[in-house]
């Protein structure tokens, strides 16, 4: 059972824009800017898209933004492209219990 | 730089799992990163099961520290996993990853491997 919970899946149409949540608590995500989303595709290494909240690493694209509201970061993925379907993943700095905790995963399905 | 897993894809219950993660591309003895390992199993959600430094320093998810013991070998650029006491729980696609302290993130993963615990 996952510390962090997130939308079993979220779709949208090409182009169009969505938004996954990921919400923890006040000794997670609400305490920490240590919150990073990966994207996976099955078969395939996890790739980090955001980290400390908001930050894309080199070669993510900017269509890709993070953001956080008291104990929930969410992950917004603007102009869908086909690519983008895939799992993706919250994790979160958690010092009281097990330092990092995931997210249940959020299947994303490009229509 | 890449990390790579390798090890048994079966495993008996009752018995210890050993895993090994190589590291190429690039030297694990630096100040700048951890090195740890993720499972997913079948259906589920990632899990973080551990982490350790180039010097041997190491942290355990709380909830599997009492099985797990991670370990370094430097002069190999491996870092390895093991797990005692198995069972169909334990059963995952384990992942290697490298954690940056500067972005504060795994950065870097495996393919991962598929450990099924049956006998």
């Known amino acids: 059972q996952s510390a962090l919970t997130q939308p079993r899946s979220v779709s949208g149409s090409p182009g169009q824009s969505v938004t996954i949540s990921c919400t923890g608590t006040s000794s997670d995500v609400g305490d920490y800017y240590y919150v990073s989303w990966y994207q996976h595709h099955p078969g395939k290494a996890p790739k980090v898209m955001i980290y400390?909240?908001?930050k894309r690493p080199s070669g993510v694209p900017a269509r890709f933004s993070g953001s956080k509201s008291g104990n929930t970061a969410s992950l917004t993925i603007s102009g869908l492209q086909a690519d983008d379907e895939a799992d993706y993943y919250c994790c979160s700095y958690a010092l009281d219990s097990s330092l990092y905790v995931f997210g249940p995963g959020t299947k994303v399905t490009v229509l | 730089l890449q990390v790579h897993e390798s090890g048994p894809g079966l495993v008996n219950p009752s018995e210890t799992l050993s895993l090994t993660c190589t590291v190429s591309?690039?030297?694990?003895?630096?100040?700048?990163?951890?090195w740890g390992w993720i499972r997913q199993p079948p259906g589920m959600g990632l899990e973080w099961i551990g982490s350790?430094?180039?010097?041997?320093?190491?942290y355990y998810n709380p909830s599997l520290k009492s099985r797990v013991t991670l370990s370094v070998d430097t002069s190999k650029n491996q870092f390895s996993l093991k797990v005692n006491s198995l069972t169909a729980a334990d059963t995952a696609v384990y992942y290697c990853?490298?954690?940056?302290?500067?972005?504060?993130?795994?950065?870097?993963w495996g393919q991962g491997t598929l450990v099924r615990v049956s006998s």
């Open positions: 591309g690039g030297s694990m003895s630096t100040t700048d990163y951890y």
């Open positions: 400390d909240v908001s």
């Open positions: 350790l430094y180039y010097i041997g320093t190491t």
């Open positions: 990853a490298r954690f940056s302290q500067q972005l504060w993130t795994f950065d870097i």
